[in-house]
């Protein structure tokens, strides 16, 4: 399988098409080509590599007598756990895998939600810079907030 892959995209070729006039094809040097089905598959495949490496824990919250440490959708991760020490633990063990396989996480992207009392300040680092606590976030089109209040979530 992976010998097919590498042939598929070592002896990739493109041309450029401007209204009906295609210029000379030329050989593909890097990447796989914009909409190749494949492109998804092998990210998706590749970041459960990485995930795999480093989910492997006893930890996270329990929601319905499962505990459940993380959400994945394509790129976007969310890391779950009762206690922000081990959230730091684990979001900075993502961000070094991630980065010993070449990818790298967008912390500026990178914000946290702490569940319940509101009065306590939880922080939580990652790469040495202290994150921006959030009331609520979107996550596949659920509002998540802090309260787990569903008010919103039902009127829409």
């Given at each position: 399988m992976i010998i097919l892959l590498q042939n598929i995209y070592?002896?990739?070729q493109s041309a450029v098409q401007v209204e009906k006039e295609t210029g000379e094809w030329f050989q593909t040097?890097?990447?796989?080509?914009?909409?190749?089905p494949l492109s998804p598959l092998l990210f998706i495949t590749y970041h459960e590599l990485v995930m795999d490496?480093?989910?492997q824990t006893n930890d996270g919250i329990n929601i319905s007598r499962t505990l459940v440490n993380n959400l994945r959708f394509a790129d976007d991760i969310d890391v779950l756990e009762e206690d922000c020490e081990l959230l730091h633990q684990q979001t900075e063990?993502?961000?070094?895998?991630a980065e010993e396989a070449a990818l790298i996480?967008?912390?500026k992207?990178?914000?946290?939600?702490?569940?319940?009392?509101?009065?306590i300040e939880k922080h939580v680092?990652?790469?040495?810079?202290?994150?921006?606590?959030?009331e609520q976030f979107e996550y596949l089109g659920s509002l998540i907030t802090w309260d787990n209040n569903c008010t919103?979530?039902?009127r829409k």
């Open positions: 070592e002896k990739a040097s890097v990447g796989s080509r914009q909409g190749d490496k480093v989910m063990q993502i961000r070094v895998a996480m967008n912390t992207k990178t914000k946290t939600l702490v569940f319940g009392d509101r009065n680092q990652i790469a040495e810079t202290t994150r921006e606590n959030v919103d979530e039902v």
